[in-house]
């Protein structure tokens, strides 16, 4: 059974840094790896989707990368804006389209 | 192009009751699939259609449900509601069946039971 983990399940930042947000999974038998952002009580806006064959997928200041022999996927978001501010979370394709998501974690870009 | 829609946005039901929510795929796409959000859980799959067939299903009682009809669009319903019903449901649409598309979210219906 795939279980995916985000840690931690919270972060605080000041404006400008820069992050990484890690994501671990333990079946590496995946056929895709896909980001998601959640604002407080909205849907889920996809960042980004790397596919199993792919090391890394970049957009603006988000890049993803992907290792599926260690299971491990980590997003670098870039000179971090308070707009940044939201939930987290990777989720793991597997068969028939089903994804398996983490927790999440809930960054906080202070001004 | 339009994205995914969900419909109604919020709902409040009490307990027994049964509920059906509405999902509106993004244009062209043929699979659906629903989840539930809640705060102890997380996200946890539901079931995926795909040309209106039930084809992979997660781990919830029979209390669960869903359908799809021939432009896509989806159902789910939810009988005999209980407390811990009270949840986010998201449905996600993508081009084909398979885990190599991209899943899309609509904005969810917020469900709550009393």
């Known amino acids: 059974k795939q279980e995916v983990t985000q840690i931690p399940a919270a972060l605080s930042v000041p404006e400008g840094e820069n992050l990484v947000l890690n994501c671990s999974f333990t079946d590496s038998a995946i056929y895709n790896l896909q980001w998601f952002r959640q604002d407080p009580g909205k849907g889920l806006t996809s960042l980004l989707l790397i596919q199993s064959s792919q090391r890394e997928q970049t957009s603006g200041r988000l890049n993803a990368s992907l290792d599926k022999s260690s299971g491990r996927s980590t997003l670098y978001i870039a000179a971090s804006q308070p707009g940044d501010s939201a939930t987290y979370l990777c989720?793991?394709?597997?068969?028939?389209?089903?994804?398996?998501f983490g927790k999440g974690i809930t960054l906080s870009v202070r001004p | 192009k339009a994205g995914v829609t969900q419909t109604p946005r919020y709902l409040i039901k009490t307990r027994g009751q049964q509920v059906t929510l509405s999902c509106s795929p993004i244009s062209g796409h043929r699979s659906v699939s629903w989840y539930q959000q809640t705060p102890g859980q997380g996200l946890q799959f539901l079931f995926e259609y795909f040309s209106e067939t039930q084809r992979n299903k997660g781990n919830f009682p029979g209390r669960f449900s869903g359908r799809q009809f021939s432009n896509s669009r989806s159902e789910m319903n939810v009988s005999t509601l209980e407390l811990g019903d009270s949840a986010l449901y998201l449905c996600?649409?993508?081009?084909?069946?398979?885990?190599?598309?991209?899943?899309?979210f609509g904005p969810g219906t917020r469900l709550t039971v009393l």
């Open positions: 989720a793991v394709g597997g068969a028939n389209s089903k994804l398996t």
């Open positions: 996600a649409s993508s081009l084909q069946r398979g885990s190599y598309n991209e899943q899309f």
